[in-house]
């Protein structure tokens, strides 16, 4: 039914590029908010990026300038450009839509490593 399936993460050295993908179903995709998160071994889920319906666009300060959010609502996929990556990237990334009720279970999320 209902479901998020992030992909795009892996490997890349400090100061590299990745493209994040979370293709979304069983919502009406187009009606949401959706956001992107990370978290990282021992720390707690951090929002990275938001986009709303209207493709307004906000983003946490450690990614600003450096990450893109963007939909396809064709596709229903969120993407997530992520360049001049930064060890401290380094987590797992998720997408959610933060208002769908009821509430739409997390994804596997992707493995983003920057490391050298």
């Known amino acids: 039914q209902v479901q998020l399936v992030e992909s795009g993460g892996g490997l890349v050295q400090p100061g590299g590029t990745l493209r994040l993908s979370c293709a979304a179903s069983?919502?009406?995709?187009?009606?949401?908010?959706m956001n992107w998160y990370r978290q990282a071994p021992g720390k707690e889920r951090e929002l990275v990026a938001t986009?709303?319906?209207?493709?307004?666009?906000n983003y946490a300060d450690s990614v600003k300038g450096r990450f893109t959010i963007s939909r396809d609502n064709v596709k229903n996929t969120v993407y997530l450009q992520m360049k001049s990556l930064k060890p401290e990237d380094t987590a797992v990334y998720l997408c959610?839509?933060?208002?769908?009720?009821?509430?739409?279970?997390w994804g596997q999320g992707t493995q983003v490593t920057v490391s050298s």
């Open positions: 959610n839509p933060p208002y769908a009720r009821p509430r739409v279970a």
């Open positions: 069983g919502f009406t995709f187009s009606s949401y908010t």
């Open positions: 986009i709303t319906s209207a493709g307004g666009t």
